[in-house]
């Protein structure tokens, strides 16, 4: 599924998103579709897209792809939705990739500010995403496709701004 044509897409979408987000709150309050369009409401001046309604449409694009992602994965996202309690086979999956490196201060907390982070976003994904796959009875499968692919994105936007809150520690510590 990660190589195809169709999740690169989604992936570049997500990265386009990201960007033009600029996302600058707690990334902890970024876990539902509602927190994440909420902020970008609240804050489209901060944003690069050009009004709310471009954003919608953007978001609105990037869940129809995760919905095309679901169709042609339907057996992974049943495998994914039937999976035990505590694997982590999801996240190594669709996650998969370890944050980037980032250099140690001596003089600041940054690094180990960061790394609190990720852990922290780290637990509440696979949290969720447990919780989420408890619900797959309750929903329709193409429901639980968006919705796991929606914690994921808003996982990793979670996980960029960890990034630039290091950033923006880093340079004021130097």
């Known amino acids: 599924m990660v190589n195809s044509s169709r999740y690169i897409a989604l992936k570049k979408l997500e990265s386009e998103f990201s960007l033009k987000m600029r996302y600058t709150g707690n990334p902890q309050d970024l876990q539902t579709e509602a927190n ?41 996202f049943t495998l994914i939705a039937a999976e035990p309690k505590g694997s982590k086979a999801l996240f190594n999956l669709l996650i998969g990739q370890v944050p980037p490196v980032v250099v140690p201060n001596n003089s600041c907390t940054c690094l ?59 340079d004021d510590c130097e």
């Open 36 to 76: 994440i369009l909420d902020w970008i409401r609240l804050n489209i001046s901060n944003t690069g897209f050009i009004n709310y309604t471009d954003a919608l449409d953007k978001w609105n694009r990037i869940k129809s792809e995760n919905y095309l992602v679901y169709v042609e994965n339907q057996t992974l």
């Open 112 to 170: 180990g500010d960061y790394l609190d982070n990720v852990a922290t976003f780290t637990s509440s994904y696979q949290n969720s995403v447990q919780a989420l796959a408890n619900q797959a009875g309750e929903m329709s499968p193409s429901e639980l496709g968006v919705e796991f692919n929606t914690l994921k994105l808003g996982f990793q936007l979670s996980l960029d701004a960890a990034l630039d809150q290091y950033n923006h520690c880093i």
